[in-house]
């Protein structure tokens, strides 16, 4: 008996594709959190930066990350990411080594916001692509190891910024760690692959098996005529406000968690930089696992809901306990930490699921420009919190606050697909929520 749901398509792309996002999408993350280590350990002084600048300086990079989002997207959709992610690579990698070059803060201002813009399309460009490679069966985890990316950089980059921070002071730092992205620049252009169809290394058969499963998801449904129309549908609008509250919290936790554990715990940044690193040690199994569940049973909303929730409980734990008990506090903000990361996959999984194919592209990159609005508030605003306070409290109540808000819009949006007779999912009573 046929059972094609069960028949393996073309596995050699988990090979061939997953660590060329995995590696793309590290080296990006990489130059965008180093900041944090940054300022922690010598930049504001040296350059005579206050709080409240430093918060500023820290969440220019959104801004800039915030602008070319849906270009980016629309274009690898509508053309192809090669290209794109080539000159991304080459210019975030100058602009990040720049950055241990600088001697004033108005040039430093101006390379983070031009860091923000290099690295904007890189995010929607590979979810685009990893659209083009894998079916609704496979996408919760081949996002997940685009995302993984995330945590296990900032996992290593924790450690080593510490000791390179130890070693060659902050510049040497942002230096050493600006070199990588230039080199992997010139190896994707010999590797990459847009779509299946270009590549050499898939049988003639396993290119329509592929392109036919992918072509069979289209289906089922709503159309919709252009973008502008897409940007208003109610399932689109309300995944961007849930990004942008999740990534308040997201990007304020992971831009300044190695300046609030120093002033905390009081210990050099090498220590820091360990402790640092035990939220995304979490993260990895736990977006491993939930990513399997939610392929497995098509359960992308629960998965969201689950850990956003534990994600906002850890931070108002970590808030109650205060420094009257530092490592129990400690604890809970890995665990807010960890949690925050593991619903990425199921989420933007999600996307093209609900969204058909002529306006994905550009869907994608406008939720994940909200993102960016949520990250640079939430860096700026955590930042300023911590300078102005002189403590975390006010912090983990703000990003605690925010990821509540990402929970509520949560249950009240509806991540499955319906398509009522005679309507569009652009029209509000087409996409009900549930």
Do not use: C
Request: charge should be positive.
């Amino acid at each position: 008996m046929s059972q094609p749901m069960q028949t393996p398509l073309a596995p050699v792309r988990w090979k061939k594709l997953i660590p060329i996002a995995f590696i793309t999408y590290s080296l990006a993350y990489l130059d965008r959190a180093n900041y944090g280590f940054g300022a922690a350990s010598g930049l504001a002084h040296d350059l005579n930066i206050t709080p409240g600048v430093s918060s500023l300086l820290g969440a220019l990079f959104f801004l800039g990350y915030f602008f070319f989002q849906i270009p980016g997207g629309i274009y690898a959709e509508k053309r192809s990411a090669k290209v794109l992610i080539f000159a991304s690579l080459i210019l975030w990698g100058i602009l990040a080594t720049a950055t241990g070059m600088v001697n004033n803060v108005t040039l430093l201002a101006v390379i983070r916001f031009l860091l923000g813009v290099a690295e904007s399309v890189v995010m929607p460009a590979m979810l685009v692509f990893l659209s083009h490679w894998f079916t609704k069966q496979e996408r919760s985890k081949a996002n997940t190891f685009l995302f993984l990316g995330n945590p296990i950089t900032v996992l290593w980059m924790s450690i080593v910024s510490g000791y390179l921070v130890n070693s060659f002071g902050w510049r040497g730092m942002f230096i050493l760690e600006g070199l990588p992205a230039i080199v992997w620049a010139a190896i994707w252009w010999f590797i990459f692959v847009d779509r299946p169809k270009e590549a050499k290394w898939l049988t003639e058969r396993e290119k329509a098996d592929l392109e036919a499963a992918l072509a069979a998801e289209q289906t089922a449904m709503a159309p919709i005529k252009n973008y502008s129309e897409a940007f208003r549908s109610k399932k689109v609008l309300s995944l961007s406000f849930i990004h942008f509250f999740w990534n308040i919290g997201m990007y304020g936790f992971i831009m300044w968690l190695p300046s609030i554990l120093k002033t905390a715990s009081g210990l050099g940044i090498v220590a820091t930089g360990w402790l640092s690193a035990a939220p995304y040690v979490l993260a990895v199994p736990l977006m491993l696992s939930a990513s399997w569940f939610s392929d497995r049973f098509q359960k992308r909303k629960l998965i969201v809901l689950l850990f956003l929730g534990i994600g906002a409980a850890g931070f108002i734990g970590s808030f109650t306990l205060g420094a009257s008990n530092f490592w129990l506090s400690y604890v809970l903000l890995v665990i807010a930490g960890g949690a925050m990361y593991t619903p990425y996959g199921p989420f933007f999984a999600a996307v093209p699921e609900l969204i058909p194919r002529n306006v994905v592209g550009g869907a994608m990159a406008f939720i994940v420009s909200f993102g960016a609005l949520g990250s640079f508030a939430g860096s700026w605003v955590v930042g300023y919190l911590n300078g102005t306070t002189g403590g975390p409290d006010a912090s983990y109540i703000f990003m605690g606050g925010s990821l509540i808000l990402a929970v509520l819009l949560t249950a009240l949006t509806g991540f499955t697909h319906k398509k009522p007779a005679g309507k569009q999912l652009g029209d509000l009573s087409a996409s009900p929520l549930k």
